[in-house]
């Protein structure tokens, strides 16, 4: 199918997908995208043919500052090395070991601490959130976390909820398609490139920092080792390890640490408020498996099939970036019955795999029996893709899994969740659904248990 589509929104493309299959072509100004729908579509392009279908694609309002530079909009052998170097050294400083583990659950503490001092007033959970998830990841690139009330982490957060929520926005559809001439007119894309540029310019001064202090044979966090590792490839002329590349990987790092977490538990907890009866459930296993008396581990995770269903259903009802992150074809690709050219961008539709009729019987439900069987116990599903599949699924995968379970199970053993609404006057449809999904802002109170 050959046509302009002026909004392409997920819904605007799902719209399409009933109307064309599940392969289509629309164009954004210029560009010609390849639109795919589905798990057999998307399974076929991203794991079948991983290779061909790896090359990244254009995001405009994040390619204004990163051009294609760091390491999840990079392209060929520069992604690859930087792939490679970051899940290396992610895991040198803990991730998917005990190391990140105590982070989390140290940062899920003070959490509750800062949630005691509401003293059950109904709040805005979102930099409560923001603050405690960043803190995790600028332990490992950073080396360090942030108090709650540093000014400056508050400013950088407010930096990435603002560009995020652009992201979501009509507005960037627009500006997809029109970049060229948009970037130099006024409009609410001029504040989020100064967002993102606050963001680059922190990083920057970050890496500043690093370079005086730093010791080769002891690296401290993230930086140091994409520092050292600079200094062992001077030589090479075709490195890709340079500043540029420093900054640019590290700001990916810290992003998206911070907002896809927060705002799936932000998501999460008006969930939660709006189906009483799952809040409770989670509650009862957590007092049963877990206990009032010591805080959660990732361990207990194997124990607790429910509250494990529970984030799946949250992270799969959220759908947190719907339209997946543009790829591209990296040679003439035959696909079905289709030749897609070389340099074709492609949007692998997520949030259509998410909400897949032939592998979730009631899609448009919050529903944690999505994720269990007769037996009551956890059922894992092949459309469950919110970190994407193939050569480019996110790497911080094992991270998130982890976050999401110690935040989430430390809070419920802690409180309960009030709104100030009755559950049946809750709206859980999104704010806004654009490149990510924004749920609706809310108060709410912690209920000491």
């Not at 942030?146 to 559809?173: I, N």
């Not at 592998?359 to 007769?374: A, G, I, M, T, Y």
Request: proline fraction near 5%; hydrophobic fraction near 35%.
């Amino acid at each position: 199918m050959n046509g302009l589509l002026l909004l392409t929104t997920p819904i605007n493309l799902h719209q399409l997908k009933e109307r064309y299959g599940s392969v289509f072509t629309v164009y954004l100004g210029h560009r010609r995208i390849v639109v795919l729908c589905g798990y057999d579509a998307i399974k076929e392009a991203l794991v079948d043919q991983a290779e061909e279908f790896s090359g990244r694609g254009e995001l405009a309002t994040f390619d204004w500052l990163f051009k294609g530079y760091g390491v999840v909009f990079s392209k060929g052998e520069r992604s690859k090395q930087l792939r490679r170097f970051s899940i290396t050294t992610l895991r040198d400083f803990g991730v998917g070991r005990q190391g990140i583990e105590e982070h989390i659950k140290e940062e899920a503490g003070f959490l509750i601490e800062t949630f005691c001092g509401t003293h059950g007033a109904f709040i805005d959970p979102t930099y409560f959130l923001s603050r405690s998830v960043s803190n995790v990841i600028s332990s490992i690139v950073f080396g360090d976390r942030f108090d709650y009330e540093d000014k400056e982490f508050l400013s950088l957060l407010r930096m990435m909820l603002g560009s995020f929520q652009f992201t979501a926005s009509p507005h960037p559809q627009l500006y997809e398609m029109f970049y060229p001439v948009m970037k130099h007119l006024p409009g609410p894309q001029q504040q989020a490139f100064k967002d993102l540029q606050g963001l680059e310019d922190f990083i920057a001064k970050k890496v500043e920092q690093n370079q005086c202090t730093l010791d080769p044979n002891s690296p401290r966090n993230f930086i140091d080792s994409f520092l050292i590792r600079m200094q062992e490839e001077k030589k090479n002329p075709h490195t890709e390890f340079y500043q540029k590349n420093l900054v640019l990987t590290t700001l990916n790092l810290f992003f998206a640490g911070t907002e896809t977490i927060s705002t799936t538990l932000r998501y999460g907890f008006l969930l939660l408020m709006k189906h009483p009866d799952v809040e409770a459930k989670v509650h009862e296993e957590i007092d049963r498996v877990i206990g009032k008396n010591r805080q959660p581990k990732f361990e207990d995770r194997a124990k607790m099939p429910y509250t494990e269903a529970v984030i799946h259903e949250i992270q799969r009802f959220g759908d947190m970036i719907p339209m997946g992150l543009a790829r591209c074809v990296t040679k003439d690709t035959k696909f079905q019955d289709f030749l897609i050219p070389k340099g074709t961008e492609v949007f692998p539709m997520l949030g259509s795999v998410l909400r897949d009729t032939k592998f979730f019987s009631n899609p448009r439900d919050f529903n944690p029996q999505h994720f269990l069987d007769e037996k009551g116990q956890f059922k894992k599903n092949d459309a469950f893709v919110p970190f994407s599949i193939g050569k480019r699924y996110c790497f911080g995968e094992g991270l998130a899994r982890m976050e999401l379970f110690l935040f989430l199970t430390t809070i419920l053993q802690n409180f309960s969740f009030k709104s100030p609404q009755l559950p049946k006057d809750i709206d859980i449809s999104p704010k806004s659904v654009g490149f990510a999904t924004i749920p609706r802002t809310y108060t709410m109170s912690f209920q000491p248990r």
